[in-house]
């Protein structure tokens, strides 16, 4: 059976989870429930990460220990991940003891293939980065991304060295032995290993623990604190028990596929697979890159009042709509605005009108034609051959990681569905042509099984219920629930209550 190993970022738990985590979550979700749907053993690792001096200073300022802080708002990304149906096997925190163990042995790996050495780093870092920062990078003496003055520091620090890495990182990108997808991605980041490579710099890769206490510290060295990218990237092998080299680790790693958001596709594609090439593990075999989201076409901000609460929209909409838009609306791959107006759109004219329509429309005339009974099979009529096109686009854009293509196949076949229908005209025909009535029937009954197959990873829940209407279970689209003519005769097919009821 081929597995499947699909990691997201682990979230900050500086602040409350946001919409863009959320989509990472259902964009990871949805390709780790279609690995399932076609047969593969599927591993799918989320998690927070908990350390650096940002963390230990809201503690402060709150109050708090920095350990009751994490733990408080580690369980609201817990609580996201449930709330929004995350079928995650995992959910990592960087500040168990387990996390902490895998990651020392990664540095001690690290260290014993001199990959580290110890110098003086004399310069400028932003907290709210945790990270160094150069003279150029500011903007009026502050860090454009925080709008603060960076503090100054003179420190002894482990330096890894990523230097010595970066020309087999940049040719494992180049030969596409690790894919960074989409494809500009590559080109991003081929642009920026080249930028270090001729600045040769290294990494700072830890604090001394009296400014960085908050931390994992440095194996063999109680002075130090390992950085937190360092710590933060080993989770998805930490995770896999790498410590002991266990079970999951011999089967999972290396991962499938390592689900991140644009601003930190440097550390994903250049210092985690330096780290890994210094420990001498295997590399990831693809990074994929998402955009960012916007709020009525305007970046999200507390000052502005915009901030797009994952949890207020799902309740009032319903979680099914949140994921659907997250996947359908926002480019896979790009930049994307969540919209008030355009939610409503789609949740009516796709949702409402397009799939529960279908279903309601096809599983009424099924009562009235043909007895609530699932009609003899029809292999006959061109209907199948369009689901069967369907299906071959769909797979190929998962495959892709193009969910948004996807989601638009699935809807097109619906379209076409109800098209059918308005053409068909099985109403008109009930008196004259009984028979014929039965086979378009059996027909649309036959393609709502194959679009509740390819729901599943979208809208897991309304796959279900659709599934459980036509008494057709199985959550496996192989061998043979991809043939065409699987509904048997004779089934009686349920009542459901609308999919999603309209809007007022
Ligand atoms: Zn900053």
Redesign the pocket.
Known sequence: MPKFYITTAIAYTNANPHIGFAMELVQADCLARYHRMIGDEVYFLTGTDEHGMKMAQTAQQAGMETQALVDKNAARYQELAEFLNISNDQFIRTSSAAHKLGAQKLWKAIATNDGFYKAIYEGLY?V??EAY?TEKDLVDGK?P??KKPPEFFKEENYFFRYSKYLPEVKKAIEEGRLAILPNFRKTEILNLIEESMSEKRDVSFSRPSKTLSWGVPVPDDENQTMYVWCDALSNYITALDYEHDGKLFKKFWPADVHLIGKDILRFHAGYWIAMLLAAKLPLPKAVYVHGYITSEGQKMSKSLGNVVDPFEVGKKYGIEPLRYYLLREIPTADDGDFSVARFEAIYDGELANNLGNLVSRVFTMTEKYSNGKVPSVSKEEHISDKVLETWKQYQTHMENFNLKAAAEEIFALLTFANRYIDEKKPWALAKKEPTEVLKILYHLLELIRHVSFMLMPFLPETSAKIREALHFESAKLYPDNIAWGVLKEGVSVKKIEALFPRQD
Do not use: L, P, R, V
């Open positions: 932003c709210g980065c920062i860090c991304n925080h």
